[in-house]
Nanobody
Framework: QLQLVESGGDFVQSGGSLRLSCAAPGFTLGDYAISWFRQAEGRAPEGVSCITTTGGTENYADSAKGRFTISRDNAKNTVYLQMNSLKPVDTGVYYC?????????????????????WGVGTLVTVSS
């Protein structure tokens, strides 16, 4: 079972930046498309961005477009989410997640109900 580990969450002021990382110790992360979700207190997880296995395609939620950049370094077995111009509404627990491959293909998804593997999350707090 794929195990994902997020890091990089922190407390920042509005307008600041953070870079989150998603690793999978002992697994080949390059076999999976990876998605980032965030969850504000009392709300369902919201898909933020996803990236295909080779990094050739990236998808973003409207709320992330122009501010967030997803990338991956398969040699380092890590996926990143660079977040700039952070706003208080970006506050939440950020998770990386993946879909189990079907016929050898792992799809890029932004609906939380489609995900099979989740990390434990990293907290991002943006103050006004």
């Amino acid at each position: 079972q794929l195990q994902l580990v997020e890091s990089g969450g922190d407390f920042v002021q509005s307008g600041g930046s953070l870079r989150l990382s998603c690793a999978a110790p002992g697994f080949t992360l390059g076999d999976y498309a990876i998605s980032w979700f965030r969850q504000a207190e009392g709300r369902a997880p919201e898909g933020v961005s996803c990236i295909t296995t080779t990094g050739g395609t990236e998808n973003y939620a409207d709320s992330a477009k122009g501010r967030f950049t997803i990338s991956r370094d398969n040699a380092k077995n890590t996926v990143y989410l660079q977040m700039n111009s952070l706003k208080p509404v970006d506050t939440g627990v950020y998770y990386c997640a993946a879909v189990a491959p079907v016929r050898g293909r792992s799809r890029c998804q932004l609906y939380y109900g489609d995900m099979h593997y989740w990390g434990v999350g990293t907290l991002v707090t943006v103050s006004s």
